[in-house]
């Protein structure tokens, strides 16, 4: 019988629930014996000059063996972002300028953890308050500049030509608004931490918590300016990444270098309300959208303008709003697309990827947009999506966006979610609160979505041995953090092999085992690790059979796996001799080593209905349900993949209801701890109504696309368009997110003003 | 997140802990479940010199009918006020408040005593404890004296409470099984309230509505004038001073105010 589509228990779950998982800062290695303890000083201002940094108090404090500042630090300062321009560098530690709250501008070190905050209130910084650039509209003026030597704030732009005067000119209906897709943090329950030991044969061994060995250990090399073998990078248990922890942190280099230069280990873990200003935040754009069609409900133009905040330091975020334009027509068949968008630094922490990175806002920009066209010429939202999307037949699709859509059937997945809600009867309902004229009305919202998984490493590499004790070991240049790859990878390759997925151990994360590996990211790892795993099998067996065949003196072709007993055997031919993997593995290494290359990125798509209940008094928003078809190709765990799916549409409904990275005009943070930053607990969340559909994609053997990510996209829009919904009778067309219960408030009482 | 050093003691008693606090004064702390007191020294914004650790005095854990009152020990967890089946039948607003705390790790941790001295106006049990008209019984070397509630807070995180005196004992008035309600507003189950409204008696306390927990006097006195719900929840905001923060401004506090008060009292009306 297949294991493939079963629902196999984690094989990670009783180490975690019992033990304990083992992080970066739990870590007892030996590499670590006598490590110093590193404290960062940071700014408490968001755009200052530093007049003077005083270390002498900090120095003769407890347990104190070096307080350094930039001065100290002989390295280059690190452009995050290669595309920015050259002067947006950031220092190691600031010396003349800082530019975010959270800034580091001075390292302690101390023998002991808990002597190091001490140490760290004794340097003294004069701060010299310039005016703080937090709105990414006054960064575009360029009046108040965080890098004076660019000229500008600006970091990037994509696509310079002016928009077309004419574009909506055979246009019946154009709509324009202006939206936010607002500022989250990925407040992973284990916050960034590093710890580095540099050994006798001038290796760094540097443990971190990340999502990427192979890239931590080339940026920190760059950065050091050291060749990447010399870098060994480890990562222990990361306790959730959400795109934050892709790519180096500088800290982690700062670290390896505080190491070098003090010639012992370091560790360095930060603080919960360090984290929520110094780990990189995601999403924030200012999106103009403008949509325009016919009074049939055909759409024809679309145009997304976005302004995107970099932060203080450009990074990643600089890149995302090229998935943004890509995905901007979504499901779509729209003959006119146009998009640009300009990214700005701001003082502010710096953004990069946040689960959906770039995709979640062109589907959120491309749903209101759809939502705000039906609302104008009187049309069901269900209606016009499914008026619009792409036809079936029209698969691969090349896109307005400039991509190949693999496979799709977005009618089809609107429908499903449709049937599953009985989205005529929630109408009904929906009727009669409204001429019952009840306090709380409910809202009904429907999305439909596309995006890109595997977008950025299309090739995976894994290798896999058999040991004589008939154990296996699989290691992969993927890099789970939460997902339960130990267990998918164990099935898939024991689909092939017969080995009992508890017999079967995978690996990851360690540089100088795995040299090569694209992490885990961008929903990537089952469509080109997984099949890795797969190819690796498969190249396993031909080995095996090659080398079976002189033993079983039989033809390769005559020889097959018999799974119930991880053999080769020869076909058709019961009682006689056989020979085992481990038997096999017994008398020469049995292991192989592949490279599985998609080529391609796969698009993953479906659509979300969401009910909400808005209490019109006070405002508050109560998701009551919520029905998703996430259609990511065949499941191979449905446990794994429901969790995946679970956790992206809890994290979308956040977005949609409550979390927002908010500073003050002075950019200062206000959502620096978790009493003020709003992420849900369980107790906000509905049960959720899964729906499967399951469409292959042509470019890998398994037909897999990612589902990482997919939750989050398809239903931040749904539960955003629901409670629009709720309110539509008041003459309300767009809320921004997160819908709080202000927020939501002040829309009523503004609809019922302009109203009166 | 690691606090400035201080030094610890655990007195075995209410009157060991006096005689500390008596010897070090302001530079002493008591620290009683610790889930204010803890926050606030992580984030460095208090840095006591010595914890007086009252936590574990069983002395001042009990809930007891004394007369018409129930008298509750200042050391009480919140989760032993949210199950006593006490409680329940002679003053169930408190258990529904207590309820409504933080999540259970925090309930049951976090005391009675110290969510009062504490002084948070954004706090759940103080509106309550106001709108039943307790009354805090605090004691120092000096002696014993007794705070109604309605002068017990005096700013945001100040008290009636001098730096020497423990609170030792809340005495409630055993209010039956009628006519009370609490309605907490929250963005997230586990929040603090953005504004709640306690309602017993026809009395009413207003959580995060101003600098101290308040009542709402002008609803009070048009229910006593025979005024309707409506009517007299319409003026639950009069003469409070509610915060601005990223979950509310004022003008949203004030409309909470009238809207929870208005719920609450409808609630109370059907018990
Ligand atoms: C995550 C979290 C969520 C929370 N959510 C809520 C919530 O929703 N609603 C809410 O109301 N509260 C909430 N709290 C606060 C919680 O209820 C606290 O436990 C309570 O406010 C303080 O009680 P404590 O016993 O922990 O006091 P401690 O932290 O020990 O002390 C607080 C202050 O009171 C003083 N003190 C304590 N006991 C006495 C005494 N007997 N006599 C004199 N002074 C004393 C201390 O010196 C200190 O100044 C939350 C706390 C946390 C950590």
């Known amino acids: 019988m297949s294991i493939m589509g079963t629902r196999v228990v984690r094989v990670e779950d009783p180490v975690f629930l019992t033990r304990g998982a083992t992080y970066t800062d739990d870590l007892t290695d030996e590499r670590l014996t006598g490590a110093l303890h590193l404290t960062l000083v940071r700014s408490p201002i968001a755009h200052a000059t530093i007049t003077s940094i005083d270390v002498e108090a900090a120095r003769e404090a407890p347990g104190v063996v070096a307080v350094l500042t930039g001065a100290d630090i002989d390295l280059e300062a690190p452009l995050l972002f290669a595309g920015a321009p ?42 010299e308050p310039l005016p703080a650039v937090v709105d990414v509209r006054e960064a575009l003026k360029d009046e108040n500049l965080l890098f004076p030597d660019a000229g500008t704030n600006t970091c990037s732009v994509y696509n310079k030509e002016d928009p077309d005067p004419d574009f909506f000119a055979d246009c019946e209906v154009v709509v324009t608004r202006e939206i936010i897709n607002q500022r989250v943090a990925a407040a992973s329950l284990e916050t960034r931490a590093a710890s580095a030991a540099w050994g006798d044969d001038g290796r760094c061994t540097l443990f971190v918590s990340n999502q990427n060995a192979q890239g931590a250990r080339d940026e920190v090399a760059g950065w050091l300016g050291v060749d990447a073998s010399q870098i060994h990078v480890i990562l222990p248990d990361v306790g959730g990444g959400f795109g934050a922890k892709i790519g180096a942190d500088p800290e982690f280099a700062l670290v390896a270098w505080l190491a070098r230069h003090t010639g012992r280990p370091v560790r360095w873990s930060e603080s919960r309300s360090e984290n929520m200003t110094g780990m990189v935040q995601g999403r924030d754009q200012r999106q103009t959208i403008t ?34 334009r890509m995905m901007a027509p979504g499901t779509y068949d729209i003959e006119k697309v146009d998009s640009r968008a300009t990214v700005v630094v701001t003082n502010t922490t710096s953004t990069a990827a946040y689960r959906g990175a770039g995709r979640p806002e062109a589907t959120s920009a491309i749903e209101r947009a759809m939502d705000l066209f039906a609302a104008e010429i009187g049309m069901d939202p269900a209606e016009i999506r499914k008026i619009n999307v792409v036809a079936p037949e029209k698969f691969p699709f090349t896109t307005k966006g400039g991509v190949e859509y693999d496979s799709g059937e977005y009618a089809k997945a609107i429908d499903l979610a449709l049937e599953a809600s009985d989205y005529a009867t929630l109408r009904e309902v929906q009727k009669a609160r409204r001429e019952r004229g009840d306090a709380k009305q409910i809202g009904i919202g429907v999305s439909s979505y596309v995006e890109i998984t595997g977008g950025g490493a299309f090739a995976e590499n894994a290798s896999l041995e058999v040991h004589a004790d008939g154990t296996a070991l699989v290691w992969t240049g993927t890099s789970p953090h939460g997902q339960g790859h130990a267990t998918a990878w164990a099935m898939l390759a024991s689909e092939q092999l017969g080995i009992p997925v508890d017999k079967i151990t995978v690996r990851h994360g360690d540089t100088d085992h795995v040299p090569r590996g694209g992490g885990t990211m961008g929903s990537r790892s ?33 020889l097959e796996v018999d799974t119930a007993n991880a053999a080769i055997v020869v076909r058709g031919a019961p009682g006689s001799p056989t020979v085992s993997f481990a038997q096999l593995a017994e008398r020469e290494e049995l292991k192989v080593q592949t490279v599985f290359d998609g080529k391609k990125a796969t698009f993953p798509f479906g659509s979300h209905v969401a009910v909400v209940e808005v209490d019109t008094e006070t405002g508050k928003v109560t998701v009551e349900r919520i029905w998703a078809v996430d259609d990511a190709g065949p499941v191979l765990n449905p446990l794994l993949c429901e969790g995946q799916r679970h956790g992206g549409i809890a994290q979308g409904i956040a977005q949609a209801l409550l979390e927002e990275v908010v500073f003050d005009p002075d950019g200062q ?88 | 997140m690691i606090p400035v050093g201080f030094d610890y003691a655990r007195p075995d008693s209410v009157d060991g802990a ?102 948070d106006p954004a706090s759940d049990l103080p509106a309550a404890v106001l709108a039943l008209d307790a009354t805090i019984v605090l004691r120092s070397p000096r002696g014993e004296r007794s705070v109604p509630a309605t002068e017990f807070w005096t700013g945001v995180f100040t008290t009636a409470k001098e730096p020497d005196e423990l609170i030792v004992e809340i005495r409630v008035p055993r209010t039956g099984t009628a006519g009370w309600a609490y309605e907490k507003f929250t963005r997230r189950a586990n929040d603090w309230a953005i504004v709640a409204v306690a309602v017993v008696d026809g009395r009413v306390g207003l959580v995060n509505m101003g600098s101290t927990p308040l009542r709402a006097s002008a609803t009070e006195a048009a229910l006593a004038e025979g005024k309707s719900i409506a009517d007299a929840a319409a003026l639950a905001d009069e003469g409070t001073e509610p915060p601005t923060d990223t979950a509310g401004t004022p003008d949203y506090r004030r409309n909470l105010a009238r809207v929870l008060t208005r719920r609450a009292l409808e609630t109370a009306a059907g018990r």
Do not use: C
Request: charged share 20%; net charge negative; aromatic share 6%.
């Open chain 2, 18 to 119: 006096l005689a500390l606090l008596a010897e070090h004064g302001e530079d002493a702390t008591v620290m009683a479940g610790g889930h204010s007191l803890l926050p606030v020294m992580k984030l460095r914004l208090a840095a006591p010199e010595l914890i007086v650790d009252i936590g574990r005095l069983r002395e001042l854990n009990y809930i007891r009918v004394d007369g018409d009152e129930v008298a509750i020990g200042a050391g009480t967890r919140h989760h032993d006020v949210e199950t006593s089946e006490l409680l329940a039948t002679e003053v169930p607003l408190l258990p529904a408040v207590a309820r409504t705390v933080g999540d259970p790790q925090v309930r049951h941790r976090g005391t009675l005593g110290g969510s009062l001295a504490h002084g």
């Open chain 1, 669 to 756: 943070p206000l959502t620096a701890t978790f009493a003020d930053y709003g992420f849900p607990s369980a107790a906000e969340l509905p049960s959720f109504d899964l729906v499967t559909m399951e469409t292959p994609t042509p470019i890998n053997p398994l037909g897999f696309k990612g589902i990482g990510e997919a939750g989050t996209i398809g239903s931040a829009p749904a539960v955003q368009s629901a409670v629009v919904d709720a309110l539509s009778h008041l003459g309300i067309r767009h809320i921004d997110m997160p819908t709080t219960p202000l927020r939501v408030w002040e829309a009523i009482q503004d609809a019922v003003k302009e109203d009166g």
């Open chain 1, 86 to 127: 050259k002067q947006m560098v950031r220092p190691w530690l600031a010396t003349e300028r800082v530019r975010f709250v959270g800034e580091p501008v001075a390292a302690v070190l101390t023998e002991e953890r808990y002597q190091g905050p001490d140490a760290a209130e004794l340097v003294d910084v004069d701060y």
């Open chain 1, 526 to 558: 089952l469509q080109t690790g997984g099949v890795a795993v797969h190819q690796a099998s498969l190249e396993l067996i031909d080995l095996a059979k090659a080398r079976a065949a002189e033993i079983l003196e039989a033809s390769v072709e005559d």
């Open chain 1, 291 to 324: 949509i325009g069609g016919s009074r049939d409900g055909r759409v024809k133009a679309y145009r997304l303008d976005v302004i995107a905040d970099a932060g203080a330091y450009p990074r990643l975020g600089v890149f995302l709003p090229v998935f943004t």
